[in-house]
């Protein structure tokens, strides 16, 4: 699902679903396509998850305002949505 809510601040939600059980990922990129975040590496069971991002990278370091994209990838599916961070 998109992000709630889109634009965010200080927190958005990514709500998804895996059909399967298996590995996902769940990682935030800056618009040069560099990763920030890793928000979900792991074995998911199959059913509708959750994850919260608070514009912060791995470091734990503040963003700055902008567009980034969500790439979730589990096995057989990928996806890549757009948000908005506004301070």
């Known amino acids: 699902s998109q992000n709630y809510p889109n634009p965010f601040n200080p927190t958005t939600r990514i709500d998804y679903s895996v059909v399967s ?6 990682n935030v990129y800056d618009i040069t396509g560099r990763l920030v975040s890793t928000l979900v590496d792991g074995y998911i069971e199959s059913g509708y ?4 991002w608070s514009g912060m990278d791995n470091n734990g370091v503040q963003l700055s305002s902008g567009v980034y994209l969500y790439s979730l990838q589990s096995e057989g599916s990928n996806m890549t949505r757009k948000m908005i961070y506004m301070k």
């Open 21 to 26: 059980d298996g590995h996902v990922t769940l």
């Open 49 to 52: 998850h959750s994850a919260i």
